[in-house]
């Protein structure tokens, strides 16, 4: 692995942080300020859609898609410390780039499993920007951490499917501008193969039955720069047959392709944010005094900056790592590593943000500092893409098969 950013990258990097300061950092604000004078929360900031086209001017645009006719042709190592940059502004700058999830994973499903025909109707305009989506999975009856255990049916009736269930936590179906839901149910819950009971399927937001019953608070955010995350309802909702994805028993596989990029995603943002607490904690130090010196000369802060820097170098070279394993070998080729990104980066984060938190005193849990909602969504990755336990399962597994 040459661990030299290439020639590409480098471009995209320079452009890209040149964005951030002329565009992103200073819409941050205006986006509050937008916010609160809206008749609705989940409208969006009309700073927004400035900024995105502008990214899309520049050519900072579908950069997550490494399919060069669809995307920008970049390979997971390119991409990696792109997002990283996008992660010191969470909010808004996936958003700006058009690599945002829910939409990003949705893209791919729709890419690699959709009909021509579902490409053009929503991988199309999902790509240019124009409308949102939402991935439905997440169940409040059942342990949702195994997808088998999905409640939700998806009935064959003729020339339709029939819909019925209830999910939560749907990140994005609060957002306006989200007019498609992927959805995953069972076509097939008496299957021997539990693997392959579960479809997915396009649903329209307009669709009769479908509704979308409350916003979802994540520690009291209802994070409505992500589109929120909400309570959905569907009863008998009827789409045409052609809205399913693949085949019928293709869910979970669709599923564990849609996760495999989105939890590298996630660590390469969440190693931004990282870097976001480290610099406000270095800030921070610097400028406060507290017993009569500045936190700068504690040695406990020495202690708390100096084990942020280790980690994230730490963790930045494991993600690297296994964005080549991705390009070169393939997403089940570095299943390993995978997950044991998706177990260490959240968890590290969390501990350097709360670090964060504590030099920033009552100001680091306030509005005034972004510490407090980054913990919120950098604890939040320990559950979302598989809880870490899972995923812990499964490492120790594959360890232990090696000696059995």
Same mark, same amino acid.
């Given at each position: 692995m040459d661990f030299a950013f290439d020639a590409r990258t480098e471009e995209l990097r320079a452009k890209l942080l040149a964005f951030m300061d002329e565009h992103v950092y200073p819409a941050q604000q205006v986006m509050h300020e937008q916010t609160a004078g809206q008749d609705s929360p989940w409208d969006v900031p009309p700073v927004v859609e400035e900024v995105k086209a502008e990214a899309k001017r520049?050519?900072?645009?579908?950069?997550?898609?490494?399919?060069?006719?669809?995307?920008?042709?970049?390979?997971?190592?390119?991409?990696?410390?792109?997002?990283?940059?996008t992660g010191r502004a969470p909010h808004l700058a996936p958003t700006a780039l058009n690599c945002a999830a829910p939409d990003t994973g949705n893209m791919e499903v729709l890419f690699q499993f959709g009909s021509d025909e579902?490409?053009?109707?929503?991988?199309?305009?999902?790509?240019?920007?124009?409308?949102?989506?939402?991935?439905?999975m997440t169940e409040p009856a059942v342990a949702s951490s195994d997808a088998t255990n999905i409640e939700t049916r998806i009935e064959r009736d003729g020339d339709e499917?029939?819909?019925? !269930?209830?999910?939560?936590? @749907?990140?994005? %179906?609060?957002?306006?501008?989200?007019? *498609?839901?992927?959805v995953m149910g069972k076509t097939d819950p008496d299957n021997a193969d539990i693997r392959r009971q579960q479809s997915m399927i396009l649903v329209p937001r307009d669709t009769p039955g479908l509704t979308v019953k409350r916003a979802m608070q994540v520690f009291g955010y209802e994070d409505?720069?992500?589109?929120?995350?909400?309570?959905?309802?569907?009863?008998?909702?009827?789409?045409?047959a052609s809205n399913l994805i693949g085949e019928e !028993?293709?869910?979970?596989? @669709?599923?564990? %392709?849609?996760?495999?990029?989105?939890? *590298?995603?996630?660590?390469?943002?969440?190693?931004?944010?990282?870097e976001a607490a480290i610099e406000l904690m270095c800030r921070r130090a610097v400028s406060r005094e507290a017993f009569g010196k500045p936190l700068a000369q504690q040695g406990v802060v020495h202690n708390w900056i100096a084990d942020a820097r280790v980690a994230v170098e730490q963790l930045r070279l494991l993600v690297l790592k296994t964005a080549w394993l991705?390009?070169?070998?393939?997403?089940? !080729?570095?299943?390993?590593? @995978?997950?044991?990104?998706?177990?260490?980066?959240p968890r590290t984060v969390v501990d350097i943000i709360d670090r964060a938190i504590q030099l920033h005193g009552a100001g680091g849990v306030s509005q005034d500092f972004p510490l407090a909602e980054?913990?919120?969504?950098?604890?939040?990755?320990?559950?979302?893409?598989?809880?870490?336990e899972v995923h812990q399962r499964s490492l120790a597994r594959r360890e232990l098969k090696k000696y059995l």
């Open positions: 520049q050519g900072l645009w579908n950069l997550f898609l490494p399919d060069a006719e669809y995307g920008a042709g970049l390979t997971n190592l390119q991409y990696a410390p792109l997002a990283e940059i579902q490409k053009k109707q929503w991988l199309e305009p999902l790509l240019a920007g124009e409308i949102r989506s939402a991935f439905a499917y029939v819909i019925n !269930g209830r999910k939560w936590y @749907i990140s994005g %179906a609060m957002n306006p501008a989200c007019q *498609i839901f992927i409505h720069w992500h589109g929120g995350h909400a309570e959905v309802v569907f009863d008998n909702v009827r789409v045409p !028993g293709g869910g979970f596989a @669709i599923a564990q %392709a849609r996760l495999g990029p989105g939890r *590298i995603h996630h660590c390469m943002r969440l190693i931004g944010m990282a991705m390009d070169t070998v393939g997403n089940k !080729g570095a299943h390993t590593e @995978i997950q044991a990104i998706k177990i260490a980066t980054l913990y919120a969504g950098a604890r939040t990755l320990m559950l979302a893409d598989g809880p870490d």
